[in-house]
């Protein structure tokens, strides 16, 4: 297991992004944003830009998501569903020969009814982690010296860890909606485990987040009375104590982007702004990590597991 314990970063639950990168100069750095243009990724991209960042949004919606971000940030398209368009916008970003200091891997979806997308992948898994496990090995090369990869987890890794038999679902009758969210975000934070190993070398380092709870257009799949049921809102269609405003929510993923507390701590599953606890409890509100998102020898299955499924695409 990876080391998991809080190392008193200053900042916490209620730190929002803008205060993260307070004194940070970000100036002549370069990231990528997936996701980068909606709820936590349009915030995280705000304050990369404000700290001095080149940002660069790779959208579904281009003129979606140009329309979101002004003069923020470039916009480039990008299909996560697509991998003939993932190895695309790679390969146009390895032509441009420019350092990514920061790729945050940000685009999500949540709960959707089953949907099978590229040779037959499960819709989260692809999304989550295939996608950005090709996207990121395809920009190796130009992934700078001491650059951060981020990727966003969630608490929702308590609901699965990887189904290694089916991560498909191809048993259909098999298939939850949550069960395929939570396996999802098990595997975001166990690609970040492999990968640092991968760039430690070149002073570069990984991270998984989770954000924390938050709404944000990534429930747009949950009904509103399942919403109510799930206690993410009152009657009256607001939070309960505990979740984080969207300002909130970027932190982490921004803090992990460049806290230079992390340099020693590669491949962490980190939580308001800090490295996680171990999870002591089931209460996803509460968080923590998990056994099986710092295992390091599931880490290495699952990237064996993920080169297998992803060699020879076009």
């Known amino acids: 297991m990876t080391p998991t314990a809080p190392h008193s970063s200053g900042f916490g639950h209620d730190s929002t992004a ?19 243009s909606s709820g936590l990724g349009l915030e995280m991209t705000r304050s990369l830009a404000a700290a001095g960042a080149d940002v660069l949004v790779p959208a579904r919606r281009p003129q979606a998501a140009r329309a979101a971000l002004g003069d923020l940030a470039s916009v480039a398209p990008l299909d996560l ?26 685009a999500g979806i949540m709960t959707a009814p089953r949907t099978i997308v590229g040779p037959g992948w499960e819709a989260h898994l692809a999304v989550h982690h295939l996608a950005p496990y090709l996207l990121t090995n395809q920009l190796l090369p ?14 929702a890794h308590f609901l699965s860890d990887i189904r290694w038999d089916d991560p498909h679902f191809r048993r259909t009758t098999d298939y939850d909606q949550w069960t395929a969210y939570g396996q999802s975000k098990t595997a975001v934070a166990l690609f970040a485990l492999g990968l640092d ?39 009256h269609g ?57 295992d390091r020898d599931a880490a290495e299955r699952l990237w064996d597991l993920t080169t297998r499924a992803v060699t020879g695409l076009t």
């Open 81 to 106: 569903t697509d991998l003939p368009a993932v190895r695309r916008f790679a390969q146009d970003l390895l032509d441009r020969g420019r350092g990514i200091d920061i790729l945050i891997n940000g």
């Open 18 to 36: 803008t205060e993260v990168l307070q004194g940070i100069d970000l100036h002549g750095r370069f990231a990528v944003v997936t996701g980068g």
């Open 142 to 155: 130009v992934i700078s010296a001491g650059a951060r990869v981020v990727g966003l987890s969630s608490s």
């Open 197 to 235: 190993a991968r760039l430690t070398e070149r002073g570069a380092h990984a991270f998984a987040v989770h954000p924390g709870s938050i709404l944000t257009p990534l429930q747009r799949e949950i009904p509103t009375a399942e919403q109510h049921r799930l206690g993410w809102i009152d009657d």
């Open 238 to 294: 607001r939070p309960p104590a505990g979740f984080k405003s969207v300002e909130q929510g970027a932190a982490t993923a921004v803090w992990a982007a460049t806290a230079a507390l992390l340099e020693e701590h590669g491949g962490a599953y980190c939580q308001d702004c800090d490295v996680a606890r171990p999870a002591t409890t089931d209460d996803m509100l509460v968080g923590g990590a998990k056994p099986w998102v710092i």
